[in-house]
Nanobody, 123 residues
Framework: QVQLVESGGGLVQAGGSLRLSCAAS????????LGWFRQAPGKEREFVAA????????YYADSVKGRFTISRDNANNMVYLQMNSLKPEDTAVYYC????????????????WGQGTQVTVSS
């Protein structure tokens, strides 16, 4: 079982950067693929980025490709989302999640979720 706690959200101007962190508990952290999702008010939760168990492969939504970078530190049970060139449309609650079935874009396949962290980008 994995417990996830996000941090690093906040208010930033358009064009700025934020780095989200997600701390995980559990001895089997390295056996899970990890993902970041976001949900804006009135919208469905959407895929942002995912990383495989080893960290060798990463996947991104088209809307963030080239601006966001997902990474993980298996030695310290951490996953990160570096967000650059932020836009107002990136405003949302960001969630990290863990999946035992491999890196996937489908939120339904992630069995463990954090509580979320708010990111607000002002224009």
């Amino acid at each position: 079982q994995v417990q996830l706690v996000e941090s690093g959200g906040g208010l930033v101007q358009a064009g700025g950067s934020l780095r989200l962190s997600c701390a995980a508990s559990g001895r089997t952290f390295s056996s899970y693929a990890l993902g970041w999702f976001r949900q804006a008010p009135g919208k469905e939760r959407e895929f942002v980025a995912a990383i495989t168990e080893s960290g060798r492969n990463t996947y991104y939504a088209d809307s963030v490709k080239g601006r966001f970078t997902i990474s993980r530190d298996n030695a310290n049970n951490m996953v990160y989302l570096q967000m650059n060139s932020l836009k107002p449309e990136d405003t949302a609650v960001y969630y990290c999640a863990a999946a035992s079935v491999g890196a996937t874009r489908s939120p339904r396949l992630y069995g463990y979720w954090g509580q979320g962290t708010q990111v607000t980008v002002s224009s």
